[in-house]
Each structure stands twice: as structure tokens, then as C-alpha cells.
């Protein structure tokens, strides 16, 4: 196996073009329990921790530029403010050490459907964009376009994650998970929930409930179609009963899962529809706490 280290970016970028099958490696939170456990023996390793222009993030306009490998831990401490959605499903990943060294472009690269950062990326809505990058230059690939299946991504095989561009919240966000205990364990399912004032629109994202993460596209278009008709976003008032149910059976419909260790795909359905209830209380709970002290 070839170990490759690379101190620059132009440096990793001409590794990967070299060694297209080498396995990208930064807080190897996932490759190596995959090599530990003999599941995946790649041909080469490319370790990106020298590059320090990973670890990086900043904010230009209503936009959070990412770097792919900014730890779950500093998104917690320094981006609750811009990106709380993501910040909360940060705080459900693995246990302290291993959100000190996981990030979001390792799990962008491993493209997992039970990835918890996904459902966040999702609902953060539909300008999220990867930047992939080559030797033959850089692409911004929007996150609706990024997961193509079980695993699997639209990377091509010379491509690195540079970075995530996110745009800064407008409005409350919320992240929700089920799983067998409340830390170390991967997702039963998991949902992301955004409200988005400024466009009037909303954003979901469901994990571990289908081949790949996936937006609820039917329960957004309900809900925005109700909040504009009855003018609550401009008044903030009760949802009703019935908007909320209504939301929660669309989310579960949305849903495509199976039966596995970790859960039935009855169960993952009913508690889908349980958490898109609750994301959606708690949002709009906040969101009319906002109308009220602004009037």
C-alpha cells in the first residue's frame, strides 16, 4: 500500500491525479475502522493533514465557506451561530474524540446514507454546494446532485472536497436522531429541519432512510404552500394540528427504508414522522418567538 503525504494542496491534487484510486484520509474516522475490520484495503493513502487550508472556515456575504476538514467540535464551538442546524447534528456524532477529528467532507466523502451531517446540508437548503477540485480545475456541485446512491458520490475519480458553501441561517433550524443510545452510535434515522424567512421557503433532510440522504420534497412544498396562504410568516401565528400531522405523513412518505440491524422500516417510517412533527413545533415555536419581539 502506497502512503502518500502531501504538504500543499497543488501537491495533494497532483497525488490524486497520479493515484486516482487513493483513499483520502484526514480525521479517518470512518477509513480506519473500514481497514481495521479488513471491509476496504485500499491501494494507496492520501493523507490530507499537512494542509491547513482544510481545516479553515470563513464568511463572505450569506455565505459560510467550510473547509472540508474543520472538525464537528470547532463547528460546534464557533458556527452554532450561522449554522445551527449543522451544529446540532455535530453534537450527535461519535463521542468527543472522534468529533474532534471528523468532519464534514469526510463524511461528504464517504457519502453514507446514515452520515449526520447530511440531513443538515439538505435542509440548509437547496444552495449548499460541494467544491470539488482537480488537477483540471474546480466545480461547485450542488448538494441535490452530490449523492448518487448507496456510498456513492458524484466525484469524479481525480476529484478531492476542498470545501462546503453554506449559506448563514436566516431562521430557526433544528436537527433530530434516533438511535439505540444517546451517543457512539449510528443514526436508526435521522431528520433536518430549516425554516428560510427570507426566501419563504423551508428545507429537510432525511438520514438513514433511503439509498442515499434525501430532501422531503412534497412536505416542503405543503408546508410553504400553507404558511403563504394563511400569511403566517409575516404574523407568526399557530400552525394547527393538522398542518403539523399533515407535514409529518409527508415526511414519512418520503422515505424509502429497509429492515436491518439497527431498525424495521416501520419503525424508521413512524419515527421519521414523529421527528418532522417535533422539528417543525420547535422552529416555529422560535420563529413566532422572533415575530412577537420584533413587533
Known sequence: MEFLRPATWDEALAA??????????????????????????????????????????????????????????????????????????????????????????GNLGAASPAGDSHPALLAAGRDVLVEAASVRGTRLIPIDDFYTGVKRNSLEADELIRAVHIPVADGPQQFSKIGTRNAMVIAVCAFGFALHPKSRTVGSGIGSAAPTPRRAVEAEEYLQGVLAERGLWESGDLLGAEVIQRFGELVRAAASPIDDVRGTADYRKHALAVMARRTLTWTWNDYSKQIRSAA
Open 16 to 105: 490524486k491525479a497520479e493515484y486516482p484510486t487513493a483513499l483520502p484520509i484526514s480525521g479517518g474516522t470512518d477509513v480506519m475502522v473500514e481497514m481495521n475490520f479488513d471491509v476496504h484495503r485500499p491501494s494507496a493513502i492520501l493523507d490530507l493533514n499537512r494542509i491547513g487550508d482544510l481545516a479553515t472556515w470563513s464568511i463572505d456575504g450569506d455565505t459560510v465557506r467550510l473547509g472540508a476538514a474543520v472538525p464537528y467540535s470547532r463547528i460546534i464551538d464557533e458556527l452554532s451561530g450561522p449554522l445551527p442546524g449543522l451544529a446540532l447534528a455535530a453534537h450527535t456524532v461519535g463521542s468527543p474524540q472522534i468529533r474532534n477529528r471528523g468532519s464534514v467532507g
